[in-house]
């Protein structure tokens, strides 16, 4: 590989294949000591093909999901099955995994500028910006960015765009993949919110089991499914669909995050 080769988005890839190295040995424990990582279904990782895949997830931290899934991704392409034990698989990453992320987040300081260098397709959120809620309009250079990550590599996207659970869909990921028809693979996530603070930087409390299931593509019809079909299959595949919440209101379980984040502010960087 040419030392100064370039992905479509101009980042240096012997650059993102160091950072990736880096802060995959430093966040290695977060999965494996401080805390475990229980993972399922990392078979179905390996028939699938080197682009065109979107990866669809609930979203309980801001980084904490997505360094897990960048480690699980590795670990099964390397051969590993359901583990990440020996951390030997992150020499060689694949280096056009993405993932979505609201710009306001990748831009507010500088460890959220190196994670953004590492694989961020950074969008305008339409509903909210600097904690206030706004109405615009998408822009189109963001949906086409996310159409290019496609074409290039696999994307992770959490459409909830939230790590509210059970908040509503956003339709504009149904759009997404009646435009660009990737291969869509479900995952669902559990722990994350417990063991980490909400930005998933700092470690809130040890000894939690943290669990990834990744599920089988789903079967879409991209020409004739609707819209709000593929955001009902959406719900129902990753989970969270209202049918899923049993026991809390969405009323309690935000009282429980603002609760945890009250928390979180006494908290250090690597605790």
């Not at 060689?92 to 961020?120: C, D, H, Q, W």
């Not at 997404?176 to 994350?192: A, H, L, S």
Request: no cysteine; hydrophobic share 40%.
């Amino acid at each position: 590989m040419p030392l100064f080769k370039r992905n479509p988005f101009g980042h240096i890839l012997f650059l993102k294949k160091w950072l990736i190295r880096i802060f995959g040995i430093v966040s290695h424990g977060r999965y494996r000591k401080f805390n475990n990582l229980q993972i399922e279904g990392s078979e179905n990782l390996k028939n699938l093909p080197d682009s065109g895949v979107l990866f669809i997830a609930n979203h309980q931290t801001y980084f904490a999901d997505v360094a897990a899934m960048y480690h699980v991704f590795n670990a099964s392409l390397s051969g590993r099955d359901d583990s990440i034990k020996n951390i030997g698989y992150i020499w060689k990453p694949k280096l056009n995994v993405y993932f979505v992320a609201a710009g306001e987040t990748m831009r507010a300081g500088l460890l959220p500028k190196i994670f953004a260098y590492m694989g961020s397709v950074s969008i305008e959120r339409t509903w909210r910006s600097g904690g206030k809620d706004v109405k615009r309009q998408v822009k189109n250079s963001d949906i086409s960015n996310i159409g290019k990550a496609i074409k290039d590599g696999w994307v992770i996207t959490f459409p909830q765009g939230t790590t509210t659970p059970f908040r509503p869909i956003r339709r504009g990921t149904a759009h997404i993949i009646k435009t660009y028809k990737p291969v869509v693979v479900p995952i669902v996530i559990d722990g994350f919110r417990r063991s980490f603070d909400k930005k998933g930087l700092n470690i809130k409390k040890r000894n939690v089991l943290q669990s990834m299931v990744i599920k089988e593509p789903l079967d879409i019809d991209y020409e004739n499914e609707t819209v709000a079909e593929i955001v009902t299959k959406i719900e129902y595949a990753i989970e969270q669909h209202p049918s899923f919440l049993k026991v809390l209101s969405v009323k309690q379980l935000e009282e429980l995050t603002k609760e945890e984040e009250e928390l979180n502010k006494k908290r250090e960087f690597w605790s």
